[in-house]
């Protein structure tokens, strides 16, 4: 069967088991994955993969469901479980399915891979590793082709179709030098082209040579506040905890957000405007439909510092009173500033440059701490050595109004175009008698 | 009928190679506040097959049962070995031989229906709102999870076995006096087996809530702790926390290879003599351990891996081809979490064994420090270096508790923190409801007694 045929099937699966509304994504897939440890080649891993989520609303409670078999007889039982597990919820007017709009079709990236180029491409990354960044050591290395067909149907005659296909590069990597030895890093890109080399995509030849400047990283000492100018990859963990405790269906629902009443207010600092565009051209993987089954679309969750939208889903958006968000991905976009990064640094007097953060779930009010890890002292304009067993800490919420510098450079990963922000008040400690 | 299929396609086989046979169920039940966010069933389940050829592999996976997926995901992975092979072999000999099992299946897998989940949580959820008036929020959820594998290899090695899990988790937020919201997570009773046989009534749970929602009362009036090296009492659930991520993740014999700090400190000091931490396979101290695992997806029998001896490196967690390597016996750590993954070098039951001091001479013995009990999360490097977010704690004062703490982090390297253990605790606790996370995640548990040391903690 076609994934439209198995969709139209679980649906009517659905219905009969006693489903007054049903939704369904059907999704097809197939992964291929070359792994290399300590920059040798170990593992070679086909993945062919499917899948059926199901929803079902009976009497105004749901259900869901999701089995990775595409037989008849396995989705009949998991659609009967499904409307089971409806049966045992609890009435809630905010479970819907999505309304008919515009049904459509999507097609994206690349659909078949070039399996030999892709190898010599990624051959060609190790081997230039090798030559380039001796000290470098690969500890794992995660390449990755996949495709998926995804099919989405519900009982209000929706219908989508999206079929994506893309490589992705996931190296750990660490320096070593006799006795030296960094702390791990490691990055994801996703890219559609093999014409040119993997290692210059998405700024990676900078964050290796930071990784072998490391090795002569010592242990900071002391503590002071200024200024923390963080990395794009580091930046995302940021934003995602800043969405995570502000914005999101569970503290909105719950009303515990800082930020529950602050739509239409100013949240941070005038220069930055933070969105999410699956829909631009350099997110590979960039999503069409919702989770919800509507149309994605680019939004901006903060405009010129002002709050514009929650992240919530169209349960929670019903919740609360509130509009549901445009898309459900986390292609988190922060429009580029004015100043180079060159001239942010020039303009610390006393500060940290953060390339990674290793530290907990922030509390709800948004306090944080954690371990700056992989990072650099910035002092009287410029990065004087690089530094370990150095925590950083504050408040998220406040950071966002203490912004005083955002690069014009951007780096897009293929799942998020970032750019270096510089955060005012930031605590930085090391180790402290 | 599925063990016949498997049975058939592995006999001949020139290399050594898995067939794996695997389902995976989650359930799961959110209650937000009195609305039941999330109510979920999933299930995942498929064969695959993994080759190895002169020290590559190659893997396959399709979620049918079918021969046909047999046989397709079989020939995929030879071909993967192949082409990598030929692409960039590595010349390595074959795999040493280990003693074949033969596990049979313990148990059954038994499927406790939705409404069971829902009705519970409700019922806590009822239990909260009707006793405590002054919360910002809560939160209870219901997770259960089971792994159910059939494998053969090449060898002629069997093994069938379940490993179900169940927990309830509670969370509760007040504001404090100063407008911010304060937060406490516990995950409640619990274990290995499945929901009804874990948790036979809402009533037996709310000790454990009334004894969060006290804490949370404690911690809405808590200070900040003073930032610094500082002496502490890491409660029982933290030097778990401490066993897997300090110290666990640099002794895993594929992270050793690619330079953790453990790879130059086998044989040296790395801790007090007080420590000694073992990765258990099935049994501790004479008792069935949380998670137990008998045999690897590898097919290797487990025994335990005996790590730190009275504050001595002595040996880390292997698969197959790193005990080659190390030219050590396996210890049966290689491990898969779906059909899907491929085994790695996994932890499985990580504990320091207790000592011989009782917990209030630990906290007696301090003058000015601090008194930590709850822990949500920590991360750790292959130098060592950990962090560990703290949710509860208590300042000491001159041997006795005193003040309660708000959320902070402590920090440190696990090799030279360990060495400034001086006191150990008599008893042991085991938590086992997280998963680990290492490409894949992996149901693991870990345990240990409290211990005092000097930490680095965090402040505003």
Known sequence: MTNKEIAVFTLDALKKAGADHAQCVVTTGLSEEIDAENSEFTKMISLFDAGVAMKAIKDGKKGTMFINSLNEEDIIKAAEECVAAANASVVDDAVRIAELTENKSFEKGVLSPDKEKFFFRIKEYVDEIKKTYPQIVLEQLIADYSCAETVFMNTNGVEFNYKNGYYSLTPMFSAHDGEKTTSFNYFEIAFTSLEDSIIELAGQRDIFDQTVKLLDAEAFTGKFEGQAIIVPSCLADFISMAVGNFVSDGTIIDGTSPWRNMLGQKVASDCLTLSVNPLDECMVAGERITDDGYISENYDIIKNGVLESFCLSDYAARKTGESRAKNSSSCYVVAPGEQSLDEIIKSTEKGILVCRFSGGSPAINGDFSGVAKNSFLIENGRISKPITETMISGNIAAMLKNISGISKEVICDGHTKLPWIRFDGITVSGKVE | ?460
């Open chain 2, 1 to 460: 009928m599925l063990n016949d299929l498997l049975k058939k396609h592995i006999s001949g086989i020139p290399e050594h190679a898995e067939l794996r046979a695997q389902i995976n169920t989650n359930r799961g039940v959110s209650i937000v506040s009195g609305n039941l966010v999330s109510n979920v069933r999933s299930q995942s389940s498929g064969v695959c097959a993994r080759v190895y050829k002169n020290g590559v592999w190659g893997f396959a996976a399709k979620g049918e049962y079918t021969d046909e997926a047999i046989s397709d995901v079989l020939t995929a992975a030879r071909n993967n070995a192949d082409f990598l092979n030929t692409h960039a072999g590595r010349g390595k000999p074959p795999l040493v031989p280990v003693q074949p099992p033969f596990n049979p299946l313990k148990r059954d897998y038994v499927d406790v229906p939705q409404s069971a989940y829902i009705d519970f949580c409700r019922e806590l959820d009822d239990y909260i709102t009707n006793k405590y008036k002054n919360l910002a929020s809560r939160t209870v959820i219901a997770r259960a999870d089971s792994m159910e594998k059939l494998l053969y290899t090449s060898e002629g090695g069997y093994s069938h076995a379940i490993m179900p899990r169940a927990y309830i988790y509670v969370v509760l937020s007040a504001e404090t006096p100063d407008g911010d919201t304060v937060e406490l997570f516990e995950p409640i009773g619990g274990g290995e087996g499945y929901f009804d046989e874990l948790y036979k009534s809402p009533e037996d749970c709310h000790k454990e809530i009334d004894k969060l929602y006290e804490e949370l009362m404690q911690k809405r009036e808590g200070i900040f702790p003073n930032a610094g090296l500082r002496d502490v009492v890491l409660d029982a659930t933290l030097a778990g926390m401490l066993a897997h991520e300090a110290v666990g993740h640099t002794v895993e014999a594929d992270l050793v290879m690619a330079g953790s700090v453990a790879s130059k400190t086998l044989g040296r000091e790395v801790a007090s003599d007080k420590i000694t931490m073992i990765d258990f396979a099935h049994t501790a101290l004479g008792k069935p351990v949380p998670l137990p695992v008998y045999v690897d997806d590898e097919g290797t029998p487990c025994e335990d891996a005996v790590l730190i001896k009275d504050g001595i490196l002595v040996g880390y967690m292997h698969n197959r081809e790193s005990a080659m390597y190390y030219d050590v016996k396996p210890t049966g750590n290689a491990r898969a979490h779906k059909f899907s993954d491929e085994p790695l070098i996994r932890m499985r039951n990580t504990a320091i064994l207790p000592g011989k001091d009782k917990l209030s001479d630990m906290i007696a013995s301090i003058d000015n420090g601090y008194y930590l009990t709850r822990t949500q999360n920590g991360q750790a490097d292959t130098t060592g270096e950990f962090m560990f977010g703290i949710t509860m704690g208590y300042e000491i004062k001159n041997g006795k508790l005193g003040r309660a703490l708000r959320d902070t982090t402590i920090s440190g390297v696990a090799f030279e923190m360990l060495k400034t253990v001086d006191m150990v605790s008599d008893d042991m606790v085991w938590s086992s409801s997280g998963y680990c996370g290492k490409k894949q995640l992996m149901p693991v548990s870990m345990g240990g007694p409290a211990i005092k040391c000097k930490v680095n903690i965090g402040g505003r």
